[in-house]
């Protein structure tokens, strides 16, 4: 599962092949996530309230780069790093 960003200790992966909807997964020490791309919502799990705003404010920063990462990781080809939140 490869990782595509890391800021204030939250860590942002996509798994390759996975399933649909386009999504990603986001971890904060022993809390996991998984938020879909599209519309920003949490598919599975759960983050502290602090760190799911960060995550969806990177996220919207980033979308289309998540989209396209997605795209890379269906075919089986490693993702691109995506800028930090900072």
Known sequence: ????????????????????????????????A?????DLGVLDGRLPRRALELVLD???L??????DD???CQQHQQPRKIEPLQ
Do not use: V
């Open 1 to 32: 599962m490869p990782t595509i960003a890391t800021f204030y200790g939250i860590i942002i992966r996509m798994f390759f092949d996975e399933h649909a909807p386009p999504h990603f997964h986001a971890q904060y020490g022993e809390f996991k």
């Open 34 to 38: 998984s938020i879909t791309i599209d």
């Open 58 to 60: 990177w996220a919207e």
């Open 62 to 67: 980033h979308r289309q780069e998540l989209l």
């Open 70 to 72: 997605w795209a890379l």
